[in-house]
């Protein structure tokens, strides 16, 4: 059973950096074909996919977040990370890492991210 489980800060100021962990357990993430999301709900709204890392290394990004979008992996801890710039309010969501980039047969529970001053 392949299970995911976010981490990270959950206030965050705007303007900063912030980073996320996804530390996958059950399943290693460099299993050919399987990719690894980042994907968030900003509160009253429908889910956002903001970038994915593949089993090869290769990673894609949202075109409205790419710039400020980074995503890497730690093979050895099993681990793929989120790091989001130059973050505003409307970055406020619950951040989610998944297995897949369609359609998802795993995902973490969930971690709350709130830019706030």
């Known amino acids: 059973q392949v299970q995911l489980q976010e981490s990270g800060p959950g206030l965050v100021k705007p303007s900063q950096t912030f980073s996320l962990t996804c530390t996958v357990s059950g399943g290693s993430i460099t299993t050919s074909a399987y990719y690894w999301s980042w994907i968030r709900q900003p509160p009253g709204k429908g889910l956002e996919w903001m970038g994915v890392v593949a089993y090869s290394g290769s990673t894609y990004y949202s075109p409205s977040l790419k710039s400020r979008t980074s995503i890497s992996r730690d093979t050895s801890k099993n681990q793929f990370t989120l790091q989001l710039s130059s973050v505003t309010p409307e970055d406020t969501a619950v951040y989610y890492c998944?297995?897949?980039?369609?359609?998802?047969?795993?995902w973490g529970q969930g971690t709350q991210v709130t830019v706030s001053s």
């Open positions: 998944a297995r897949g980039i369609v359609y998802y047969e795993y």
